[in-house]
């Protein structure tokens, strides 16, 4: 059964992307994590939340989440397997 968003977490996310666009960045951040609280189920989430990670780290948690949700996102396993060797990288020079 396909359920539809709940309206709190629609407003969270369109409130997020309204406050991308206009450049707010850490706001929009801050709103699509209340909703991952409501629903971490919701690919939509991920997806946003991505766009404003910087950290691998924090990017490598955001792609496996996607992933987790929809084995099928190849361009997720795409960034995911670049973050991995980032990381890699990372590690080997430290």
């Keep these: 059964m396909i359920t539809q968003p709940s309206n709190e977490l629609q407003a969270l996310l369109d409130s997020g992307i309204a406050l991308y666009t206009n450049g707010e960045t850490q706001a929009a951040h801050d709103r699509w994590r209340e909703a991952a609280i409501i629903d971490p189920y919701d690919e939509r989430v991920w997806l946003l939340l991505l766009q404003v990670l910087d950290d691998d780290h924090d990017r490598r948690v955001c792609l496996e989440n996607?992933?987790?949700?929809?084995?099928?996102?190849?361009?997720a396993r795409r960034q995911l397997r670049a973050v991995r060797r980032r990381l890699r990288s990372d590690d080997d020079t430290t």
């Design 66 to 75: 996607i992933i987790a949700i929809n084995p099928q996102n190849t361009e």
